[in-house]
């Protein structure tokens, strides 16, 4: 870690830093566990010139969510920058593997989460899905939301970059009364906006924490689609979140289109091997 970073750190904490050992902290940010004498701190470092705006709204989805009173998060302890670089640091929560009476509650939670309404979908401000932006201007309509804030700029990406071919997407009309017909008029919930396993922790005193959100206010199965988009979290966690939040017919389909969007996303972040699944969401419903 640089060195004036570090001094940097030790003057927001007002407290000696004792060890800074590296974490695994994904495939966009340097992640460390920094200790001092009474606590330890998890920090990002990013050095991207969109690194300080993405933290920006990485806090604010956490303070959002914490805010609910529903799930817990990390406490947002600084956002800053030195030398180039931005960082986030953020309040260490040790973890450990979940029992299925903790993936039951985690569930319960995240449901009661999806309880937290709005008037409109979308989010204050734009923020990022890993390294992409993500839109999130105000919609009264989902499908519309759905649509012109997800779908449409990721197949724009996917299109300009060759990773698609005009002739492998259905037409804008076709999509949209396509849309219409499958996701019909959802409420909006707040969302966590990027819920893959890795982005969530269950403390060692056994409550569920999220971390690095993308959250805005839209359809609730959002989540649940992307829980289920890389082998799925176990099924007590399912069964405790449709405790709570019965699902509706369709359900399936609807996974199929909102694990769409993320598929985009790993297609233009991470190549040709995600390409099979787009096109066969596509092929299916549009």
């Known amino acids: 870690m640089d060195s004036k970073l570090k001094q940097l ?11 800074v050992l590296p974490e695994l902290g994904g495939d966009i940010s340097e992640a460390y566990k920094i200790s001092t004498q009474y606590h330890s701190y998890f920090i990002k470092i990013n050095g991207k010139s969109d690194a300080l705006k993405m933290f920006h709204e990485e806090a604010k989805g956490l303070n959002e969510i914490q805010k609910s009173g529903t799930i817990l998060t990390p406490n947002v302890i600084h956002v ?11 309040e260490y929560v040790e973890s450990k593997k979940p029992s299925n009476e903790e993936m039951y509650a985690f569930g319960e939670d995240l449901a009661k989460l999806h309880e937290c309404s709005h008037q409109t979908f979308g989010w204050e401000s734009s923020n990022f899905i890993g390294s992409l932006p993500q839109q999130n201007l105000i ?21 300009s970059s060759g990773r698609l071919l005009p002739g492998e997407c259905p037409s804008e009309h076709s999509i949209i009364k396509n849309l219409n017909s499958l996701l019909g008029t959802p409420k ?22 999220l971390i690095d959100p993308a959250s805005y206010y839209g ?35 609807r996974i199929d289109i909102y694990q769409l969007y993320y598929l985009l996303v790993h297609l233009n972040l991470f190549g ?15």
């Open 9 to 19: 750190l030790t003057e927001i904490l007002d407290n000696k830093i004792t060890a």
């Open 80 to 90: 800053g920058s030195i030398n180039s670089k931005a960082f986030l640091l953020l």
């Open 139 to 159: 919609f009264e309509n989902w499908v519309e939301f759905y649509f012109l804030q997800r779908l449409k700029p990721q197949l724009q990406i996917a299109f």
């Open 188 to 209: 909006p919930s707040l969302l966590h906006g990027d819920l893959w396993g890795g982005n969530f922790l269950i403390s060692l005193s056994g409550q569920a924490y």
């Open 219 to 253: 359809h609730s199965e959002v989540d649940i689609a992307m829980t289920k988009l890389f082998g799925g979290f176990n099924s007590a966690f399912y069964q405790g979140y449709f405790s709570k939040n019965a699902s509706s017919s369709g359900l399936e389909a």
């Open 272 to 286: 040709q091997s995600y390409k099979g699944s787009v096109t066969r969401i596509l092929k299916t419903y549009f």
